[in-house]
């Protein structure tokens, strides 16, 4: 019996020594298998690169970015100048060996495995788009050690569980820089997101040069628009990183850009310019009521889908832009058209009565059929918004879903017609949600069969409208919460511990800002304006506690603000409420101290808890003396005495002092949002009053 216990204890040691913890490595999206052995690869001045497959200038690209960053990060002379596909030594310590260059696509395959011994790493692949995702995650593996940096002995078999994984950026609205485009191919690459969908034309602008409508440009845009050569050069870029670009013209409604340049198009005559949608300073007493009323029943900016000059207009213009975009799909928009425009101009109404149309939805699928036929015209598949879809559509045509709905009808509806859909409900970015919100929001909803799905829902996309950004916060917004949606569109289902997706999400974005990303560098910055570049610290400790409200309020209080305010394509976004993150790790780190402290009572905990409350409360002192030189400052100190007095409750709760009801009410009031951000701490706060942490809210309201 001893020699028994003896052996056990033995073979519990070895497997305790095998089986590692996955908690070491901080992979995102995580991978379908990976296998965490003992034992470590190190990384040293001789590490090299063999390339065994075909020529492909976007691996050999991805593989130096690569071993430029495995430099950086170690601080290691690197030998090889400059890898190429004559670099092909299967004796290096890094082997790639793939079989086959493809261009980016939908649909292709993505899938590696990579193998990490003590000695050697080996990546491989069917494709080079699956070799550059593996270089990826061995990147995402480097991390430092006592005696140097080095990659865990491990094995991942890894490949995506949707096709399309896309990030759409709304650059019509604000437009967004070339360059900030490229910084989120990069990100996008890193966390293998393969769709950039760009909203090119709304009715605050159009992007887009145009050599045969050129008005579209000069009228269209008030001066901010891509070139044609920056449209070649940006798809080129995104196709070197395994990415293809997606444009969208929306139409017949948004369209006020497009009209501006050329007016006959449009349902009914007016003086068009690049503008917001509705005139909201012509309406007494606004409000929510009146607002939806106005989405309703009041006339915008329409094409006039009854015109066969109309047509021949956009066959010229997409058979243009398909030379510029050489991708597969064309996005026409089609949403948010309430008809109104058609149903008041009499020619459309006759054109309607001729063709027996009962609707104008009719109309309006009559509208998208032809699109269709041009695009096909131009080997283009067609992608419309939700509304796009009816009983009468091509079979071909893909749906992007974007309505959240508590019963998912549509979809099913729109799978049964054997349409493909494009998921962005639940994945919009501009409604200022945490992350695991969107981490928890499967694209394939309740009610939709597994074979459906395979056959149906192509994958998702991250959407980022930008009514309320511009070229500095852009990734503020964008960045890292779309690295969480990637993860959701890569890995698998299963994968859904929203704890530790943060824990992985906070290296991510360490990884995303070190290779390029400005995210932390512009939310600083922002910060520091206030007080011309002085040390923003006492200001980062308030900012980084505070969240946007959350929704469409932000959007909707900009609609309701006096007439002298109302934001504009120009309005400057200096204000708190464009700069605060919409996760606060502060806030993270604080809930996980009293969610430890109220389950066990540790001592330990409990004092961090104190010191983080007392350095709250006493940030008022040193923000107070930054105020006095900062005119944007002094107009939210309400806000740094919103922080003193809740740290202020939670050490009164702690030290047992005060009334329990009287703190509630106290926090309640220290908790009302202002300048359109709140109070990330006030759970856990309240929580040290009444020792009970509650779960974060499962949804937030939109309005």
Request: proline share 5%; charged share 20%; glycine share 6%.
């Amino acid at each position: 019996m001893h020699k028994l216990f003896t052996l056990l204890l033995i073979f519990t040691g070895i497997l305790s020594a095998n089986a590692q913890s996955t908690d070491s490595i901080s992979l995102m999206p995580w991978p379908q298998s990976v296998k965490l052995q003992s034992g470590r690869f190190v990384f040293t001045d001789k590490f090299t690169v063999g390339l065994n497959g075909p020529v492909s200038e976007k691996l050999t690209g991805s593989i130096n970015r690569f071993y430029q960053q495995v430099g950086k990060r170690t601080g290691l002379y690197l030998p090889q100048e400059y890898i190429t596909v004559a670099d092909n030594n299967t004796n290096a310590q890094l082997v790639i060996n793939f079989k086959k260059t493809i261009l980016p696509a939908i649909g292709v395959d993505e899938s590696y495995t990579l193998s990490v011994s003590s000695a050697k790493i080996t990546i491989s692949a069917a494709t080079d788009l699956g070799a550059m995702h593996g270089l990826e995650t061995l990147y995402q593996l480097v991390m430092p050690g006592k005696t140097g940096y080095y990659c865990p002995v491990i094995e991942i078999a890894d490949s995506p569980r949707f096709k399309w994984r896309g990030l759409m950026i709304d650059v019509a609205r604000h437009f967004i820089p070339l360059e900030v485009l490229k910084r989120n191919i990069d990100a996008m690459a890193i966390v293998k997101m393969n769709v950039l969908h760009l909203h090119l034309s709304d009715d605050e602008g159009f992007r887009v040069e145009s050599m045969v409508y050129p008005k579209l440009q000069q009228k269209g845009s008030n001066g901010l628009y891509y070139t044609q050569q920056q449209i070649k050069e940006l798809v080129n870029y995104a196709h070197n990183r395994g990415i293809i670009i997606v444009p969208e013209f929306d139409l017949p409604g948004h369209c006020s850009g497009i009209l501006a340049a050329y007016p006959f198009l449009a349902s009914y005559p007016a003086d068009y310019k690049p503008a917001k949608r509705y005139n909201l300073d012509t309406v007494k007493n606004l409000n929510i009521m009146k607002v939806m009323r106005l989405i309703n029943e009041v006339q915008t900016p329409t094409i006039d889908p009854s015109k066969e000059s109309t047509y021949t207009f956009f066959d010229k213009f997409i058979k243009e832009m398909s030379g510029l975009f050489p991708d597969a799909y064309l996005h026409v928009g089609a949403d948010e058209n309430n008809g109104v425009a058609w149903k008041q101009d009499p020619a459309i109404t006759a054109f309607m009565k001729a063709k027996g149309f009962k609707s104008t939805d009719e109309l309006q699928a009559y509208f998208v059929k032809r699109m269709y036929a041009i695009g096909k015209k131009y080997n283009k598949r067609l992608i419309g918004w939700e509304e796009a879809f009816n009983p009468s559509l091509p079979e071909d045509v893909i749906i992007q879903k974007w309505k959240p709905a508590p019963i998912d009808s549509l979809s099913n509806k729109i799978i049964r017609h054997n349409n493909q859909l494009i998921i962005s409900s639940g994945y919009y970015l501009d409604l200022y949600f945490p992350a695991y919100i969107h981490y928890l929001n499967d694209p394939v909803s309740a009610g939709i069969s597994p074979a459906d799905a395979d056959k149906g829902i192509l994958g998702a996309e991250a959407a980022m409208w930008s009514e309320m950004v511009n070229d500095e916060n852009e990734e503020i917004r964008v960045w890292p919460r779309a690295a969480a949606i990637a993860e959701r569109l890569w890995s698998a289902a299963t994968v859904n511990n929203v704890d530790d997706m943060y824990r992985r999400l906070s290296k991510t974005n360490f990884e995303l800002n070190d290779r390029g990303l400005l995210e932390s560098r512009n939310y600083i910055n922002m910060l520091s304006r206030w007080v011309n570049g002085a040390n923003a610290g006492a200001i980062k400790t308030l900012a980084d506690v505070y969240t946007p409200i959350k929704g469409y309020r932000r959007l909707m209080a900009g609609m309701f603000t006096p007439v002298a305010v109302h934001p504009t394509l120009s309005s400057p976004m200096v204000n708190i409420a464009d700069a605060v993150r919409c996760d606060s790790e502060p806030h993270l780190h604080f809930r996980k101290l009293v969610a430890a402290y109220l389950s066990k009572h540790d001592t330990a905990c409990l004092a961090q808890i104190k010191w983080q409350l007392l350095q709250w409360q006493n940030n008022k002192v040193k923000f107070d003396e930054l105020a006095t030189n900062s005119p944007y400052l002094q107009t939210i100190t309400d806000l740094s005495n919103q922080l003193t007095d809740a740290a202020a409750i939670g050490l009164q709760a702690l030290n047992g002092g005060g009334n329990k009801d009287d703190q509630l009410k106290q926090l309640q009031k220290a908790g009302m949002p202002l300048h359109e951000v709140q109070l990330a701490i006030l759970p856990e706060i309240e929580a040290l009053i009444t020792g009970k942490l509650k779960d974060e809210p499962a949804s937030y309201p939109l309005f």
